[in-house]
């Protein structure tokens, strides 16, 4: 009787003990699940990267939405403002929520494996920007065009390599969603580009762009 009842105590101490040990290897993970992305993740890295791409974008866009003189490229140029705006305080809400600072320790592009100290890949130049600004309309929306084709060409790469590198839900629709809407754009503009009477690369430069390391990995974003 003793020996039978020792048995079934020690049982019930040890189940006790093996579900003690597994509620607390639960609330280990469920603990760091909760914490999301640490400051050095492809995901903050992605977002940070991303926002300055967008932001840009919306900058450029504003510019020629402003002084364009064709309704289709004020379409265009207004959606690209509304929509990556939408999209930059959506990113902005991640590094919020996951405790993170809006600039991280490493350069832009670090998180791709291709770090780089100057600007990222499809960025365009402060000479570019003022032209956007001082040329006339029609000469305007066609660099416009030119520009905005390589930014979100740049974009689809870096959304690319945050698909591979992320499991999270969010990361991963966003960056769906900037491939399959900025591919769809870049064929709108090439049209719109070929309607004037130039293809990507004809328009006269702007003061030569300075050469950076990692320019040639894929192109920057939106």
């Known amino acids: 009787m003793g020996s039978s009842r020792g048995a079934t105590v020690y049982a019930l101490v040890a189940a006790l003990a093996f579900a003690t040990i597994l509620l607390f290897g639960l609330s280990v993970w469920l603990w760091l699940s909760a914490r999301g992305p ?77 770090p780089t100290e100057g600007r990222m890949p499809g960025m365009a130049s402060p000479e570019d920007i003022n032209q956007l600004r001082e040329l006339p309309p029609q000469q305007a929306d066609h660099l416009f065009l030119e520009l905005m084709i390589e930014h ?20 991963e629709r966003l960056a769906n969603s900037i491939i399959a809407s900025q591919q769809a754009e870049i064929g709108l503009m090439e049209d719109l580009l070929e309607g004037m009477g130039g293809q990507p690369g004809e328009t006269e430069p702007a003061p030569a762009h300075e050469e950076h390391e990692g320019h040639d990995h894929g192109a920057g974003s939106g």
Do not use: K
């Open 38 to 114: 640490g400051d050095d993740s492809a995901e903050a890295g992605f977002a940070r990267d991303m926002i300055v791409h967008h932001a840009q974008a919306v900058e450029m866009a504003g510019i020629i939405r402003d002084r364009t003189e064709n309704e289709r490229i004020e379409t265009l140029a207004t959606d690209i403002v509304l929509t990556q705006q939408a999209q930059i305080g959506q990113m902005q809400g991640w590094l919020d929520i996951w405790n993170l600072p809006a600039a991280g320790p490493e350069p832009p592009m670090a998180w791709m494996g291709h």
């Open 152 to 171: 979100h060409r740049a974009a689809v790469p870096m959304s690319e390599a945050a698909l591979d590198a992320t499991g999270q839900p969010v990361v």
